[in-house]
Protein backbone atom coordinates (compact mmCIF):
# COMPACT_ATOMS: atom_id res chain seq x y z
CA UNK A 1 0.00 0.00 0.00
CA UNK A 2 0.87 3.33 -0.81
CA UNK A 3 2.42 5.43 2.19
CA UNK A 4 3.52 9.13 2.33
CA UNK A 5 6.75 8.29 4.06
CA UNK A 6 7.98 6.58 1.26
CA UNK A 7 9.21 9.76 -0.63
CA UNK A 8 10.61 10.84 3.01
CA UNK A 9 12.74 7.22 2.21
CA UNK A 10 13.85 7.97 -1.18
CA UNK A 11 14.83 12.06 -0.08
CA UNK A 12 16.48 10.50 3.09
CA UNK A 13 18.70 8.17 0.62
CA UNK A 14 19.33 11.11 -2.25
CA UNK A 15 20.70 13.48 0.62
CA UNK A 16 24.26 13.47 0.06
CA UNK A 17 26.02 12.16 3.40
CA UNK A 18 23.20 11.07 4.72
CA UNK A 19 23.11 9.44 8.84
CA UNK A 20 22.20 6.36 9.67
CA UNK A 21 18.16 6.48 9.94
CA UNK A 22 16.14 5.28 12.65
CA UNK A 23 12.30 4.55 11.49
CA UNK A 24 9.92 4.84 14.84
CA UNK A 25 6.47 4.63 15.95
CA UNK A 26 3.81 2.18 17.07
CA UNK A 27 3.62 -1.53 16.72
CA UNK A 28 1.50 -2.41 13.45
CA UNK A 29 1.88 0.95 11.79
CA UNK A 30 3.67 -0.53 9.00
CA UNK A 31 7.86 -0.17 9.65
CA UNK A 32 8.70 -2.83 8.46
CA UNK A 33 7.10 -3.57 5.44
CA UNK A 34 7.57 0.04 4.60
CA UNK A 35 11.55 -0.39 4.54
CA UNK A 36 11.71 -3.79 3.23
CA UNK A 37 9.57 -2.23 0.15
CA UNK A 38 12.18 0.64 0.28
CA UNK A 39 14.54 -1.65 -0.13
CA UNK A 40 13.38 -3.53 -3.02
CA UNK A 41 12.34 -0.96 -5.13
CA UNK A 42 14.90 1.54 -4.97
CA UNK A 43 18.25 -0.71 -4.07
CA UNK A 44 20.19 -3.43 -5.94
CA UNK A 45 19.57 -5.73 -2.27
CA UNK A 46 18.72 -5.47 0.89
CA UNK A 47 18.71 -7.25 4.33
CA UNK A 48 16.59 -7.49 6.90
CA UNK A 49 17.99 -8.67 10.79
CA UNK A 50 14.90 -8.99 13.28
CA UNK A 51 17.20 -8.28 16.27
CA UNK A 52 14.24 -9.95 18.51
CA UNK A 53 14.72 -12.73 16.80
CA UNK A 54 18.24 -13.48 15.52
CA UNK A 55 19.93 -14.11 18.55
CA UNK A 56 23.37 -14.61 16.31
CA UNK A 57 23.67 -11.38 15.14
CA UNK A 58 22.73 -9.87 18.91
CA UNK A 59 25.29 -12.32 20.46
CA UNK A 60 27.91 -11.42 17.64
CA UNK A 61 27.27 -7.32 18.55
CA UNK A 62 27.83 -7.62 22.59
CA UNK A 63 31.59 -8.43 22.01
CA UNK A 64 31.96 -6.00 18.72
CA UNK A 65 30.55 -3.22 17.05
CA UNK A 66 33.49 -2.24 14.42
CA UNK A 67 30.84 -1.49 11.42
CA UNK A 68 33.77 -3.66 9.00
CA UNK A 69 33.39 -6.59 11.34
CA UNK A 70 29.51 -6.16 11.21
CA UNK A 71 29.35 -5.94 7.43
CA UNK A 72 31.63 -9.12 6.66
CA UNK A 73 29.01 -10.99 9.40
CA UNK A 74 26.08 -9.74 7.98
CA UNK A 75 27.80 -10.52 4.35
CA UNK A 76 28.51 -14.35 5.73
CA UNK A 77 25.11 -14.55 7.93
CA UNK A 78 22.98 -13.70 4.64
CA UNK A 79 25.15 -15.06 1.76
CA UNK A 80 24.76 -11.34 -0.06
CA UNK A 81 27.02 -8.86 -0.89
CA UNK A 82 26.41 -5.30 1.12
CA UNK A 83 27.39 -2.67 -1.34
CA UNK A 84 27.83 1.16 -0.33
CA UNK A 85 24.49 2.58 -1.70
CA UNK A 86 23.43 -0.50 -3.43
CA UNK A 87 22.61 -1.85 -0.44
CA UNK A 88 19.79 -1.43 1.89
CA UNK A 89 20.50 -2.96 5.92
CA UNK A 90 17.34 -3.28 8.06
CA UNK A 91 17.59 -3.50 12.12
CA UNK A 92 14.53 -4.24 12.68
CA UNK A 93 13.48 -4.09 16.59
CA UNK A 94 16.65 -2.22 17.35
CA UNK A 95 15.10 -1.31 20.99
CA UNK A 96 15.86 -5.23 21.99
CA UNK A 97 20.18 -4.51 21.18
CA UNK A 98 21.29 -1.65 22.52
CA UNK A 99 24.59 -2.43 21.10
CA UNK A 100 23.15 -2.11 17.57
CA UNK A 101 22.14 1.51 18.62
CA UNK A 102 25.69 2.35 19.76
CA UNK A 103 26.92 0.80 16.12
CA UNK A 104 25.19 3.29 14.42
CA UNK A 105 27.60 6.24 15.78
CA UNK A 106 30.93 4.36 14.23
CA UNK A 107 28.50 3.78 10.96
CA UNK A 108 28.06 7.24 11.03
CA UNK A 109 31.39 8.66 12.06
CA UNK A 110 33.41 5.80 10.04
CA UNK A 111 31.82 4.46 7.20
CA UNK A 112 28.86 6.70 6.45
CA UNK A 113 28.90 5.15 2.75
CA UNK A 114 26.47 2.45 3.69
CA UNK A 115 22.77 3.01 3.98
CA UNK A 116 21.48 1.85 7.56
CA UNK A 117 18.24 1.76 8.40
CA UNK A 118 16.25 0.51 11.94
CA UNK A 119 13.17 0.18 13.09
CA UNK A 120 11.50 0.46 16.42
CA UNK A 121 8.52 0.21 17.87
CA UNK A 122 9.27 0.69 21.62
CA UNK A 123 12.82 2.54 21.18
CA UNK A 124 11.12 5.42 22.64
CA UNK A 125 10.22 3.67 25.66
CA UNK A 126 13.48 1.76 26.28
CA UNK A 127 15.56 4.29 25.71
CA UNK A 128 13.70 6.68 28.84
CA UNK A 129 12.30 4.07 31.20
CA UNK A 130 13.87 0.88 32.85
CA UNK A 131 16.75 -1.15 31.22
CA UNK A 132 17.15 1.36 29.08
CA UNK A 133 20.38 2.04 27.45
CA UNK A 134 23.15 3.61 29.06
CA UNK A 135 23.19 7.87 27.89
CA UNK A 136 25.88 7.43 25.81
CA UNK A 137 24.49 4.32 24.30
CA UNK A 138 21.99 6.32 22.09
CA UNK A 139 24.02 8.02 19.05
CA UNK A 140 22.30 11.48 19.48
CA UNK A 141 23.31 13.81 16.67
CA UNK A 142 24.21 10.02 14.84
CA UNK A 143 21.21 9.93 13.14
CA UNK A 144 18.45 10.92 11.34
CA UNK A 145 14.83 10.28 12.56
CA UNK A 146 11.49 9.72 11.08
CA UNK A 147 7.80 8.81 12.26
CA UNK A 148 5.70 6.96 10.99
CA UNK A 149 1.64 6.97 11.67
CA UNK A 150 -1.40 5.01 10.99
CA UNK A 151 -2.64 5.78 7.42
CA UNK A 152 -4.05 8.82 7.20
CA UNK A 153 -7.50 9.50 5.38
CA UNK A 154 -5.86 10.07 1.76
CA UNK A 155 -3.74 7.05 2.51
CA UNK A 156 -6.29 4.98 2.85
CA UNK A 157 -8.22 6.50 -0.47
CA UNK A 158 -5.08 5.11 -2.46
CA UNK A 159 -5.78 1.70 -0.55
CA UNK A 160 -9.16 1.84 -1.65
CA UNK A 161 -8.49 2.91 -5.20
CA UNK A 162 -10.00 6.63 -4.94
CA UNK A 163 -6.52 8.65 -5.76
CA UNK A 164 -8.69 10.69 -8.43
CA UNK A 165 -11.33 11.76 -5.29
CA UNK A 166 -7.51 12.57 -3.03
CA UNK A 167 -6.70 14.76 -5.53
CA UNK A 168 -9.55 16.73 -5.90
CA UNK A 169 -10.25 17.13 -2.58
CA UNK A 170 -7.01 19.00 -2.36
CA UNK A 171 -7.78 21.13 -5.42
CA UNK A 172 -11.09 22.28 -3.59
CA UNK A 173 -9.08 22.64 -0.68
CA UNK A 174 -6.32 25.05 -2.04
CA UNK A 175 -9.27 26.60 -4.13
CA UNK A 176 -12.27 27.07 -0.94
CA UNK A 177 -14.61 25.80 -3.83
CA UNK A 178 -17.38 23.37 -2.84
CA UNK A 179 -17.26 20.49 -4.44
CA UNK A 180 -20.17 18.68 -6.53
CA UNK A 181 -22.87 17.80 -4.15
CA UNK A 182 -22.45 13.98 -5.32
CA UNK A 183 -19.09 13.91 -4.81
CA UNK A 184 -19.54 15.39 -1.04
CA UNK A 185 -21.79 13.02 -0.05
CA UNK A 186 -19.47 10.24 -1.22
CA UNK A 187 -16.17 11.86 0.60
CA UNK A 188 -18.03 12.07 3.91
CA UNK A 189 -19.19 8.10 3.31
CA UNK A 190 -15.76 7.09 2.88
CA UNK A 191 -15.20 8.95 6.16
CA UNK A 192 -17.46 7.36 8.12
CA UNK A 193 -16.34 4.15 6.61
CA UNK A 194 -12.78 5.02 8.07
CA UNK A 195 -14.31 5.85 11.41
CA UNK A 196 -14.64 1.98 11.43
CA UNK A 197 -11.70 0.83 9.42
CA UNK A 198 -8.91 3.18 11.31
CA UNK A 199 -5.75 3.95 9.76
CA UNK A 200 -3.47 0.53 10.88
CA UNK A 201 -2.48 -1.09 7.67
CA UNK A 202 -3.88 -4.43 8.51
CA UNK A 203 -6.78 -3.38 9.05
CA UNK A 204 -6.89 -1.31 5.81
CA UNK A 205 -5.54 -3.99 4.05
CA UNK A 206 -8.48 -6.69 5.53
CA UNK A 207 -11.38 -4.01 4.30
CA UNK A 208 -9.83 -4.10 0.83
CA UNK A 209 -10.16 -8.21 0.57
CA UNK A 210 -12.97 -8.27 2.97
CA UNK A 211 -15.04 -5.14 2.58
CA UNK A 212 -15.72 -6.73 6.26
CA UNK A 213 -16.40 -4.75 9.17
CA UNK A 214 -16.20 -7.69 11.17
CA UNK A 215 -12.50 -8.84 10.07
CA UNK A 216 -11.68 -5.25 10.74
CA UNK A 217 -12.43 -5.64 14.31
CA UNK A 218 -10.32 -8.68 15.01
CA UNK A 219 -7.89 -7.05 13.56
CA UNK A 220 -7.90 -4.11 15.72
CA UNK A 221 -8.95 -6.44 18.43
CA UNK A 222 -5.24 -8.33 18.04
CA UNK A 223 -3.25 -5.21 17.61
CA UNK A 224 -4.97 -3.66 21.54
CA UNK A 225 -4.08 -7.15 23.08
CA UNK A 226 -0.34 -6.50 21.61
CA UNK A 227 -0.33 -3.15 23.21
CA UNK A 228 -1.44 -4.33 26.21
CA UNK A 229 1.32 -6.98 26.14
CA UNK A 230 3.91 -4.66 25.39
CA UNK A 231 2.34 -2.51 28.33
CA UNK A 232 4.78 -4.93 30.73
CA UNK A 233 7.67 -4.26 28.82
CA UNK A 234 10.74 -2.51 30.35
CA UNK A 235 8.56 -1.32 33.59
CA UNK A 236 8.04 -2.60 37.17
CA UNK A 237 4.56 -4.71 37.27
CA UNK A 238 2.84 -1.29 39.58
CA UNK A 239 3.56 0.81 36.27
CA UNK A 240 1.98 -1.75 34.13
CA UNK A 241 -0.68 -1.21 35.85
CA UNK A 242 -0.93 2.67 36.05
CA UNK A 243 -0.25 2.14 32.24
CA UNK A 244 -2.95 0.08 31.22
CA UNK A 245 -5.41 1.85 33.93
CA UNK A 246 -4.25 5.53 32.07
CA UNK A 247 -5.20 3.64 28.57
CA UNK A 248 -8.44 1.95 29.49
CA UNK A 249 -9.70 5.06 30.64
CA UNK A 250 -9.35 7.20 27.55
CA UNK A 251 -12.72 6.19 26.36
CA UNK A 252 -14.33 7.95 29.52
CA UNK A 253 -12.14 10.49 29.25
CA UNK A 254 -13.44 11.60 25.91
CA UNK A 255 -16.71 11.31 26.88
CA UNK A 256 -16.89 13.77 29.10
CA UNK A 257 -18.10 16.99 27.76
CA UNK A 258 -14.53 19.19 29.33
CA UNK A 259 -12.11 16.25 27.97
CA UNK A 260 -9.57 17.52 30.07
CA UNK A 261 -7.49 14.07 31.10
CA UNK A 262 -8.44 13.79 35.24
CA UNK A 263 -6.40 11.32 36.80
CA UNK A 264 -9.35 10.08 39.06
CA UNK A 265 -10.85 8.71 36.03
CA UNK A 266 -8.10 6.02 35.78
CA UNK A 267 -7.40 5.51 39.49
CA UNK A 268 -9.57 6.50 42.31
CA UNK A 269 -7.22 9.30 44.04
CA UNK A 270 -5.05 9.62 41.02
CA UNK A 271 -3.17 12.07 40.44
CA UNK A 272 -0.03 13.71 38.35
CA UNK A 273 2.46 12.40 40.88
CA UNK A 274 1.45 8.43 40.20
CA UNK A 275 0.39 8.93 36.77
CA UNK A 276 2.86 10.57 34.81
CA UNK A 277 5.32 8.19 33.91
CA UNK A 278 2.31 5.83 32.71
CA UNK A 279 1.13 8.39 30.55
CA UNK A 280 4.54 9.35 29.45
CA UNK A 281 5.35 5.94 28.31
CA UNK A 282 1.65 5.19 25.92
CA UNK A 283 3.40 8.74 24.03
CA UNK A 284 6.35 7.18 24.24
CA UNK A 285 4.98 3.79 22.66
CA UNK A 286 3.03 6.13 19.86
CA UNK A 287 -0.35 4.90 21.22
CA UNK A 288 -1.59 8.01 21.94
CA UNK A 289 -1.40 11.60 21.57
CA UNK A 290 -1.08 14.48 24.02
CA UNK A 291 -2.67 17.74 23.54
CA UNK A 292 -1.96 20.66 25.58
CA UNK A 293 -3.97 23.34 27.05
CA UNK A 294 -2.76 26.90 26.05
CA UNK A 295 -3.65 29.56 27.91
CA UNK A 296 -3.42 32.56 25.50
CA UNK A 297 -3.00 33.16 22.16
CA UNK A 298 0.30 34.83 21.68
CA UNK A 299 2.87 33.93 19.91
CA UNK A 300 4.77 31.80 20.37
CA UNK A 301 2.13 29.36 21.57
CA UNK A 302 4.59 27.09 23.22
CA UNK A 303 5.57 29.50 25.35
CA UNK A 304 1.79 29.58 26.93
CA UNK A 305 1.29 25.93 27.97
CA UNK A 306 -0.19 24.90 30.70
CA UNK A 307 1.28 21.28 31.49
CA UNK A 308 -1.29 20.19 34.23
CA UNK A 309 -4.32 20.78 31.50
CA UNK A 310 -4.23 17.79 28.88
CA UNK A 311 -6.29 16.34 26.53
CA UNK A 312 -5.20 12.24 25.45
CA UNK A 313 -6.13 10.61 22.10
CA UNK A 314 -5.84 7.23 20.75
CA UNK A 315 -3.49 7.33 17.77
CA UNK A 316 -6.11 5.59 15.67
CA UNK A 317 -9.43 6.35 16.06
CA UNK A 318 -10.04 2.82 14.18
CA UNK A 319 -8.67 1.42 17.27
CA UNK A 320 -10.81 4.19 19.72
CA UNK A 321 -13.79 3.10 18.42
CA UNK A 322 -13.29 -1.36 18.96
CA UNK A 323 -12.17 -0.04 22.25
CA UNK A 324 -14.90 1.59 23.22
CA UNK A 325 -17.04 -1.04 21.41
CA UNK A 326 -18.71 1.54 18.95
CA UNK A 327 -21.40 0.27 17.21
CA UNK A 328 -20.28 0.54 13.56
CA UNK A 329 -23.72 1.11 11.78
CA UNK A 330 -23.73 4.15 14.56
CA UNK A 331 -20.13 5.33 13.33
CA UNK A 332 -21.54 4.32 9.18
CA UNK A 333 -24.15 7.41 10.12
CA UNK A 334 -21.65 9.30 12.20
CA UNK A 335 -22.14 12.69 10.03
CA UNK A 336 -26.21 12.41 11.22
CA UNK A 337 -26.50 10.62 13.90
CA UNK A 338 -27.65 12.30 17.25
CA UNK A 339 -24.61 10.91 20.08
CA UNK A 340 -22.70 12.97 22.10
CA UNK A 341 -19.14 10.54 22.17
CA UNK A 342 -19.08 10.84 18.07
CA UNK A 343 -18.53 14.20 18.61
CA UNK A 344 -14.80 12.68 20.90
CA UNK A 345 -14.81 10.36 17.57
CA UNK A 346 -14.50 13.37 15.20
CA UNK A 347 -12.00 15.21 17.41
CA UNK A 348 -9.69 11.91 17.85
CA UNK A 349 -10.16 11.71 14.11
CA UNK A 350 -8.78 15.35 13.37
CA UNK A 351 -5.70 15.05 16.17
CA UNK A 352 -4.83 11.85 15.02
CA UNK A 353 -4.31 13.52 11.24
CA UNK A 354 -2.77 16.90 12.55
CA UNK A 355 -0.23 14.80 14.63
CA UNK A 356 0.56 12.43 11.55
CA UNK A 357 1.51 16.09 9.54
CA UNK A 358 3.49 16.93 12.14
CA UNK A 359 1.64 19.03 13.94
CA UNK A 360 1.88 19.91 17.71
CA UNK A 361 -1.86 19.36 19.38
CA UNK A 362 -2.76 22.30 21.79
CA UNK A 363 -6.18 23.57 22.58
CA UNK A 364 -7.58 26.53 24.34
CA UNK A 365 -10.24 27.11 26.78
CA UNK A 366 -10.96 30.46 28.97
CA UNK A 367 -12.66 31.14 32.15
CA UNK A 368 -16.31 30.63 30.46
CA UNK A 369 -15.98 27.03 29.34
CA UNK A 370 -15.87 28.51 25.67
CA UNK A 371 -13.11 25.97 24.07
CA UNK A 372 -11.43 25.76 20.76
CA UNK A 373 -10.26 21.88 20.11
CA UNK A 374 -6.81 22.79 18.61
CA UNK A 375 -4.66 25.87 17.91
CA UNK A 376 -1.98 26.26 15.29
CA UNK A 377 1.04 28.28 15.10
CA UNK A 378 1.64 29.55 10.98
CA UNK A 379 4.73 32.09 10.99
CA UNK A 380 3.44 35.31 12.84
CA UNK A 381 -0.03 34.16 13.06
CA UNK A 382 -2.05 32.07 15.62
CA UNK A 383 -5.04 29.82 13.65
CA UNK A 384 -7.54 28.70 15.62
CA UNK A 385 -9.22 24.96 14.39
CA UNK A 386 -13.01 23.83 15.42
CA UNK A 387 -14.22 20.93 14.92
CA UNK A 388 -17.85 19.56 14.63
CA UNK A 389 -19.12 16.16 13.85
CA UNK A 390 -21.44 16.79 11.30
CA UNK A 391 -23.47 19.71 9.38
CA UNK A 392 -24.46 21.90 12.84
CA UNK A 393 -22.24 24.79 13.46
CA UNK A 394 -21.67 27.47 15.78
CA UNK A 395 -18.51 29.60 16.06
CA UNK A 396 -19.14 31.86 19.38
CA UNK A 397 -15.64 30.02 20.86
CA UNK A 398 -14.05 30.33 17.63
CA UNK A 399 -15.24 33.78 16.82
CA UNK A 400 -14.22 35.06 20.20
CA UNK A 401 -10.87 33.74 20.33
CA UNK A 402 -10.48 34.65 16.40
CA UNK A 403 -11.24 38.53 17.68
CA UNK A 404 -9.10 38.07 20.95
CA UNK A 405 -5.90 37.27 19.45
CA UNK A 406 -6.50 39.00 15.87
CA UNK A 407 -6.29 36.02 14.04
CA UNK A 408 -5.82 36.60 9.89
CA UNK A 409 -8.42 33.13 9.22
CA UNK A 410 -9.79 30.29 11.47
CA UNK A 411 -10.52 26.82 10.37
CA UNK A 412 -13.88 25.04 10.48
CA UNK A 413 -14.05 20.96 10.16
CA UNK A 414 -17.38 19.58 10.08
CA UNK A 415 -19.55 17.85 7.16
CA UNK A 416 -20.14 20.69 5.74
CA UNK A 417 -18.79 21.95 2.06
CA UNK A 418 -15.65 23.42 1.25
CA UNK A 419 -16.27 27.32 1.60
CA UNK A 420 -14.45 30.85 3.18
CA UNK A 421 -16.67 33.48 4.48
CA UNK A 422 -16.66 36.21 7.20
CA UNK A 423 -12.44 34.98 7.94
CA UNK A 424 -13.55 30.89 8.35
CA UNK A 425 -12.34 28.10 6.23
CA UNK A 426 -14.99 25.69 5.92
CA UNK A 427 -13.01 22.20 5.80
CA UNK A 428 -15.16 19.31 5.26
CA UNK A 429 -14.01 15.87 7.77
CA UNK A 430 -12.47 14.38 4.86
CA UNK A 431 -9.88 16.80 4.07
CA UNK A 432 -8.04 17.48 7.28
CA UNK A 433 -5.59 15.86 5.70
CA UNK A 434 -4.93 18.81 3.81
CA UNK A 435 -3.73 20.83 6.40
CA UNK A 436 -0.31 20.07 6.39
CA UNK A 437 3.18 21.74 8.60
CA UNK A 438 3.97 22.93 5.55
CA UNK A 439 6.30 26.49 5.83
CA UNK A 440 6.18 28.17 9.17
CA UNK A 441 3.16 25.96 10.81
CA UNK A 442 4.29 23.60 13.24
Known amino acids: MKRKLTQKLIDWKNRPNHKPLILQGARQVGKTYILEEFGRNHYKNYIKVSLDLVT ?151 WVDTHSYLECRTVQQSILVGYNADMAKYVKPATTMKIRACFNSIPAQLAKENRKFQYKL ?78 SVAENYVGQALAANGITLRYWKNDNTQEVEFILQDGMNVIPVEVKKGKKVDAISLNNFKKTYNCPYAYRISGKNFGFANGIKAVPLYAVFCIEANGDLE
Not at 124 to 145: I, L
Not at 297 to 321: Q, R, T, W
Request: with cysteine; net charge negative.
Open 56 to 206: DVTNFLKDNINPIEIIAYLESLYNQRILPHETLVILDEIQDCKRALLALKYFKEDYPQYDIVAAGSLLGVAVNQGNKPDEDDYPVGMVDELNLFPMDFEEFLWATGNDILSQEIRSHYEANEAMPASVHSLALDLYQKYLVVGGMPESVQK
Open 266 to 343: AMKGGTAKIFGEAIEWLILAGTVHKCKLITHGFIPISAHEDDSDFKIYMSDVGLLNTKTQMPVQMLLNAIETDNTFLG
